[in-house]
């Protein structure tokens, strides 16, 4: 079903990640192409309930392509969690004479998203901009390629200090209830273990850990947690090595906020560039409550249903290629 679209509503909402702004510059700059008005909404879903909203032109969205974060702001907005938080961002919407939404978000983004678009029938179409990589039926989301790249170099930085005075370094990495940040920046890094949630128990995971990094010819290691693979991170796995092995002397390091940071890469500011115009098509031909994904370098739409409610898996190979090589 094709229907006219005179206006859309744009959002940027959850963890804010290196790219949103080239999805924002993207979706507003495709929309006015095909003749079709912007409306960038401030602060995510608070900002729709509060009516923070201004009109792009093109040029709102010139010289941000390059810029990290997001200049529409983002937030996590608890009174969306209620109908009546809700009913006042569809009152904001009439107002504003907004016809549909793109939202730029994570899971929680589009769970809300899609609750709104069944109660008001209003089409929305979800942009994936998490450093997680978490959502099932894309292979990328924007802001993860700069992420892993961002905590590569954090990794390539400790390993100096790491050889020199023989010790076990952990490091914490985001990635909310997924592994995927940790292991690939494990790989890239050429770490010793990456704790994940969705791998053995983590007293395995320990153990696989310091037996690799220990091997003779070796005098440190580094051992990526993800944050969430154990109650209290990096700094709990350090005392339950402690525990078991007093005789190595580890450091911590969490990388933090640092991991959202940074100018996204070219392939950050591509995938968002690409993911921008197809939801602008996509709304065009008559598309509602989908996200964009990417999927073998192919632009795909699926339903934001299976988006959200769809585990994506740790790839098992590359679970094996770190495995193989931390030896
Ligand atoms: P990230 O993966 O980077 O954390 P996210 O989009 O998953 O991003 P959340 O904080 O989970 O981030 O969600 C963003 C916002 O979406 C929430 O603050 C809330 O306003 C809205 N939201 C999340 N879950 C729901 C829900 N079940 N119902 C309505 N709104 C929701």
Redesign the pocket.
């Given at each position: 079903m094709e229907y006219h679209i005179k206006t859309i509503g744009m959002l940027t909402?959850?963890?804010?990640?290196p790219g949103m702004n080239a999805a924002v510059r993207a979706v507003t700059r495709a929309a006015i192409s095909n003749g079709i008005r912007v409306k960038a909404i401030y602060r995510?879903?608070?900002g729709l309930i509060d009516g923070e909203v201004k009109e792009f032109t093109s040029q709102d969205v010139s010289g941000i392509i390059q810029r990290g974060g997001t200049i529409i702001k983002s937030?996590?907005?608890?009174?969306?969690?209620t109908p009546e938080g809700?009913k006042r961002a569809h009152e904001t919407l009439k107002r504003e004479k907004i016809d549909a939404l793109i939202v730029i978000?994570?899971?929680?983004?589009?769970?809300?998203g899609r609750?709104?678009a069944q109660e008001y029938n209003v089409p929305v179409i979800g942009i994936p901009?998490?450093?997680?990589n978490?959502l099932w039926g894309t292979d990328a989301t924007i802001g993860y390629d700069t992420s892993l790249n961002t905590i590569t170099d954090c990794i390539d930085k400790l390993r100096d200090t790491a050889t020199s005075h023989e010790r076990v370094f952990l490091v914490e990495v985001m990635g909310?209830d997924a592994g995927f940040l940790t292991l690939n920046a494990a790989i890239a890094g050429g770490c010793e273990a990456a704790i994940i949630p969705e791998r053995a128990t983590v007293k395995e995971q320990i153990e696989d850990a310091i037996g690799n990094g220990r091997r003779k010819s070796k005098n440190s290691s580094i051992v990526l947690v993800q944050e969430h693979a154990v109650e209290g991170g990096a700094g709990k796995v350090a005392e339950m090595i402690q525990k078991v092995h007093p005789e190595y002397s580890t450091r911590v390091t969490v990388l933090g906020h640092l991991q959202r940071g940074g100018s996204p890469s070219a392939y950050d500011r591509i995938l968002a560039s690409r993911m921008g115009v197809a939801a602008i098509q996509a709304l065009i031909d008559g598309q509602r409550n989908v996200m964009v994904g990417l999927q073998k370098d192919e632009i795909v739409l699926v339903p934001l249903n299976k988006a959200i409610h769809q585990k994506k898996d740790i790839e098992e190979d590359k679970w094996q290629t770190m495995l193989t090589l931390s030896i």
């Open positions: 909402s959850g963890g804010d990640a995510g879903y608070k937030a996590r907005c608890e009174e969306f969690l809700r978000g994570g899971d929680g983004t589009f769970t809300g609750l709104f901009g998490t450093i997680d978490d909310r």
